[in-house]
């Protein structure tokens, strides 16, 4: 009897301790199953706004825009590098008639505008009356060889003053050797100085120069620029962007109806009936004009939220009300 109770009770103990590890490998399972439903659930937010609430925001069909395509960079402003020295581009002005300069009213490197005086003369011609002469376009003073006395003729070189047009300056920049095949002669350049915060200059692309730096692995690009003010000096930092290739059509919101997370994704806020909201997640690329490109996530007229998706966002983490 003593044996038969023994047997009895380590089969009852046994049978005790299998049924526990199965209900212990239960209940190991189940969390996980409710994890993988709470991901699911987790994957489109939605939130309901009242009326006033609507006021913070804006709604608009997703549209396209057409980004360029661009390199950007750092170079610096310059003249044409024999603007001193080469008389063909400048303009020699030369008195009407032989005679005596008297006075000389510009430096080497000033600015003068057209009609602006440059030297006087006294001609024998006129009684040796002083005949003012003056620069017959607007520009920079070039040269200047006149000197009271000097006895100047027409046509006869060196002229007592040379003028050049300034409205085109040089941009000069290096670029990786690797971009090189991306740069022609003939793109479209924008320029940015510090000098004139919110605006640009144009200009193209004239001259890629052939040679690498060995140090450096770049090569010097150079852009003529219009400048019709005559406002970029020589010397001046300026950053570039060059149309590479012709725009690209894209999918397209408004910078703020993007927003950032914690954890770096990009989402945006869609509605179907302008009352309840989804957030979604965007792949997100070029920036323009307060506009950025979609790249996935987004197709043109889904109603979006264009302006304010940082209120919705907020509404997210905002407590329960009670």
Same mark, same amino acid.
């Given at each position: ?155 006869? $070189? ?19 050797? $690797? ?54 000096? $020589? ?82 983490? $905002?407590?329960?009300?009670?």
């Amino acid at each position: 009897m003593v044996v038969i109770a023994t047997v009895a009770a380590i089969f009852a103990v046994t049978v005790i301790m299998q049924s526990g590890c199965s209900r212990d490998e239960g209940a190991a399972a189940n969390p996980r199953q409710e994890s993988n439903s709470t991901s699911n659930a987790s994957a489109e937010v939605t939130v309901e706004l009242s009326g006033d609430q609507l006021n913070a925001i804006k709604i608009e069909p997703v549209g396209t825009y057409a980004f360029s395509v661009e390199k950007t960079g750092i170079g610096s402003v310059d003249f044409e590098n024999n603007l001193y020295s080469d008389p063909g581009l400048s303009t020699q002005v030369f008195p009407p008639s032989a005679g005596k300069i008297v006075k000389v009213f510009v430096e080497l490197g000033d600015q003068v505008q057209k009609d602006g005086p440059l030297y006087s003369i006294e001609s024998s011609d006129t009684n040796q009356t002083e005949t003012i002469v003056c620069s017959p376009i607007a520009g920079q003073v070039t040269g200047v060889n006149a000197t009271p006395g000097l006895f100047a003729q027409p046509s006869n $070189a060196p002229a007592p003053c040379s003028v050049a047009d300034v409205s085109q300056k040089w941009l000069l920049a290096n670029i990786p050797e $690797a971009d090189a095949p991306l740069y022609q002669i003939g793109q479209p350049v924008k320029v940015a100085v510090a000098s004139y915060p919110g605006r640009t200059f144009d200009g193209k692309i004239s001259k890629i120069y052939p040679t690498v730096d060995l140090t450096t692995h770049r090569l010097t690009i150079r852009a003529e620029i219009s400048d019709p003010a005559n406002e970029l000096r $020589a010397g001046m930092l300026a950053d570039f962007a060059v149309r590479i290739e012709k725009p690209v059509e894209s999918v397209v919101v408004p910078a703020n109806g993007i927003v950032r997370e914690g954890d770096g994704t990009m989402t945006a806020w869609v509605t179907t009936d302008r009352r309840h909201f989804t957030q979604k997640i965007v792949k997100t690329g070029l920036r323009e004009d307060g506009k950025v490109q979609i790249l996935e996530g987004l197709q043109p007229g889904e109603l979006a939220v264009t302006d304010g998706a940082v209120f919705l966002d907020n509404m997210l983490q $905002a407590p329960p009300s009670d």
